[in-house]
């Protein structure tokens, strides 16, 4: 039987809502209410991740599935996305799972967001509303979490999907600190053989102050791994996100001058490849520089095609030599990737292979590898992705899939139509993959079941949320017999 397990209406008080960054203001208003008369109203926002936010720890069991769910009303502006989040864990082993984000406008009525998930250890864990953008102000109301009457999850006993590839590359995962024991650590030592940290060594997670190292997170994930011989990636060393604004940003919001910025960027990257270095195989030493939306005349000239980001304002386009120079001299033995999203787009892909090269041309030997994210979904053509590896490859560097998902379905909830066809994407894609095996280096799944995925609400993984082998699963393991059984 599913059982109610926390209602909050705000009629009275806040209900245990405490803003994330203290700095919110929450205040029981008459002035919107979806039940009642009051709602919670939340103002004061000044950064994405600020929000109202509920910690459930006490209440929770392991093992068992919850729904949440809250109806929200924005004040303003006139539009934006809202999300209802779960975190689990704190500090930087914490791990944000969306549960479902809605663009709603200020005409719109109150909108439910809703989310189901399962826990699997009760650290901290908390349940919260955040909006992309920053000063968002809205009311929440009549929030509920209900506990599900769900299937358990069970590790099955099928062939590891790293053993099918034992001929071709390694298969990865991520993981954070909720992975590192009991149920989720045995479904991920038993089918994967590669690790990213998904948030753990990001530059906001190592340094969020200038000279404060935090590794503790990170090194738990590390040792953990290669404990059970599963070797580590690391990412990233430079991003323009999840990084403290203190390394490229002035107290006014200008950029540091150029001096000050390099020398933040390459001791960042120094000291984190140092730390790690033994440790890692590879690393992500620069994510996501190159826009979207480019023309072909743009992606011409790479220059041009950079992401106007916080490090290129506050240096120029030679942050990026400096940031892989860097990492070269830290660690020489680790392979050096460029990582990006929307990599089969066929301009954005050019404007990396011209960087790359010049580059490469510059300091040969400098990058090794390029890193296609692979954040797809089921419009994606395997053709454009085949033609970026080859692009790629005939650069000399080895190309890696680094967070490959396929998005399908909506709200948790995917048909066994969108899953088959998922499935014949994803033997699509692997049976491409297993072709350039030459020059691949691995294969990476950014989420290890569905349920705990960043897209939860899109379903984009190989295990369901009851980590049950799905279609994409089996279509991953063997990708050719997958397509013969199922082509149309
Ligand atoms: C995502 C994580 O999965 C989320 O938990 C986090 O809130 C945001 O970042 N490209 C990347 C990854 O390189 O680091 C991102 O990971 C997904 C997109």
Redesign the pocket.
């Known amino acids: 039987m599913r059982s109610a397990l926390f209602r909050a209406d705000f009629e009275a008080a806040a209900d245990g809502f405490v803003g994330r960054s203290q700095n919110e203001i929450l205040t029981v208003s008459d002035e919107a209410a979806l039940s009642g008369v009051h709602a919670l109203k939340v103002e004061g926002r000044t950064s994405s991740w600020h929000g109202p936010s509920l910690d459930i720890t006490q209440k929770i069991s392991v093992g068992k599935e919850y729904t949440v769910s809250v109806w929200v009303k924005l004040i303003e502006p006139e539009q934006a996305q809202i999300s209802l989040s779960t975190q689990i864990g704190s500090g930087s082993g914490a791990?944000?799972n969306n549960l479902q984000s809605k663009q709603v406008s200020q005409n719109s009525d109150w909108v439910e967001l809703r989310g189901t998930y399962r826990y699997l250890s009760t650290d901290f864990v908390s349940v919260y509303v955040e909006s992309a953008v920053a000063t968002a102000s809205f009311y929440i109301d009549s929030v509920s979490i209900v506990e599900e009457d769900s299937q358990p999850a069970v590790v099955e006993d099928i062939t590891p999907l790293k053993n099918a590839y034992t001929d071709f590359f390694p298969i990865g995962s991520i993981a954070s600190a909720k992975d590192l024991s009991g149920l989720r650590l045995e479904l991920l030592t038993k089918h994967f053989n590669i690790v990213t940290a998904?948030?753990a060594m990001?530059p906001g997670e190592l340094q969020p102050r200038k000279g404060e190292f935090t590794f503790n997170a990170a090194d738990a994930i590390v040792n953990t791994m290669l404990e059970h011989g599963i070797a580590m990636h690391g990412?990233?060393l430079a991003w323009h996100q999840?990084t403290g604004a203190w390394m490229h940003t002035d107290a006014d919001g200008l950029p540091l001058p150029r001096e000050e910025a390099l020398e933040n960027l390459t001791s960042h990257a120094k000291t984190v490849a140092e730390h790690f270095k033994g440790r890692v195989v590879s690393w992500d030493v620069l994510?996501?520089a190159i826009n979207d939306g480019l023309t072909a005349e743009l992606a011409a000239d790479w220059r041009a095609s950079l992401r106007n980001s916080p490090w290129l304002q506050a240096i120029g386009d030679d942050y990026i030599e400096a940031v892989f120079l860097a990492a070269q001299e830290a660690d020489p033995d680790a392979k050096l990737y460029y990582?990006d999203?929307n990599l089969n787009n066929q301009n954005k892909a050019t404007a990396v292979y011209n960087m790359v090269k010049e580059l490469n041309e510059k300091y040969p030997g400098l990058i090794d590898g390029i890193g296609m994210?692979g954040?797809y979904d089921l419009n994606t053509n395997p053709a454009d992705v085949e033609r970026s590896i080859q692009q790629f490859i005939s650069l000399g560097v080895e190309v890696s899939i680094t967070?490959l998902d396929i998005s399908a379905g909506t709200d948790g909830r995917l048909s066994d139509n969108a899953s088959l066809q998922q499935a014949l994407l994803y033997a699509r894609l692997f049976s491409i993959f297993r072709q350039y095996k030459e020059n691949i280096g691995r294969v990476s799944i950014?989420g290890l079941d569905d349920g705990s995925s960043?897209r939860a609400d899109r379903s984009p993984t190989l295990f369901d949320r009851s980590f049950k082998a799905k279609p994409a699963f089996y279509a991953a393991t063997d990708p050719d017999a997958f397509i013969a059984e199922y082509q149309q």
């Open positions: 791990s944000y998904e948030n990001k990412h990233t999840q994510n996501e990582n999203y994210q954040h967070e950014w960043w």
